[in-house]
């Protein structure tokens, strides 16, 4: 079975920097979009970025534009999220997906909290 | 942006009975809507794309359809299993923006 796991949340002032990592295994990584996807606490679920299979195009939510950057490393099947002037509203559960538009398989998720 | 509207927020139901969740988008999305289905605490899971496909492994008491400017995911005879939030999500264009959820619940 696909796995995706996520990791790199945690608690972050307003204003500060996270990256948060997504490490696929069982698929190969190289040949699929990927996608992250967040939910607010007992909220919904917003899309965040996608990135193409080979990293040369990226997709963001007007939400995170000029603060987020998408990534991808096919040597290392990691997807990336550079999360930086976080805001209180960027509090979520954040879940890599595989695919875009159509998301397949989806981690567990890392939590990111943005308070002071 | 599209926006999805999901109808109703919230059911009950029992065990064998037929649910039809709607979704219906601000704008024309042709067949690019998607069914997630999400557990408390757990990751959301796709069950159907481009309106009807089941994802594999999906029982197929859950099918989707369109009519009109509507999609409809139905559960044929709902199971202990199914009691859960779902989600519509349109895949035409970005944003993919996703419904609000309905939440399935026990009567």
């Known amino acids: 079975d696909v796995q995706l796991f996520e990791s790199g949340g945690g608690l972050v002032q307003p204003g500060g920097s996270l990256r948060l990592s997504c490490a696929a295994s069982r698929f190969t990584f190289s040949s699929y979009a990927m996608s992250w996807v967040r939910q607010a606490p007992g909220k919904g679920l917003e899309w965040v970025s996608s990135?193409?299979?080979?990293?040369?195009?990226?997709y963001y939510a007007d939400s995170v534009k000029g603060r987020f950057t998408i990534s991808r490393d096919n040597s290392k099947n990691t997807l990336y999220l550079q999360m930086n002037s976080l805001r209180a509203e960027d509090t979520a559960l954040y879940f890599c997906?595989?695919?875009?538009?159509?998301?397949?398989?989806w981690g567990q998720g890392t939590l990111v909290t943005v308070s002071s | 942006d599209i926006q999805m509207t999901q109808s109703p927020s919230s059911l009950s139901a029992s065990v064998g009975d037929r649910v039809t969740i709607s979704c219906r988008p601000s704008q024309t999305i042709y067949t690019y809507l998607n069914w997630y289905q999400q557990k408390p605490g757990k990751a959301p899971k796709l069950l159907i794309y481009s309106v009807s496909t089941l994802q594999s492994g999906v029982p197929s008491r859950f099918s989707g359809s369109e009519s009109g400017t509507d999609f409809t995911l139905t559960i044929s005879s709902l199971q202990p299993d199914d009691f859960a939030t779902y989600y519509c999500q349109q895949g035409y264009s970005t944003p993919w923006t996703f419904g609000q959820g309905t939440k399935v619940e026990i009567k």
């Open positions: 990135i193409s299979a080979s990293g040369g195009t990226t």
């Open positions: 997906a595989r695919g875009n538009p159509i998301f397949d398989f």
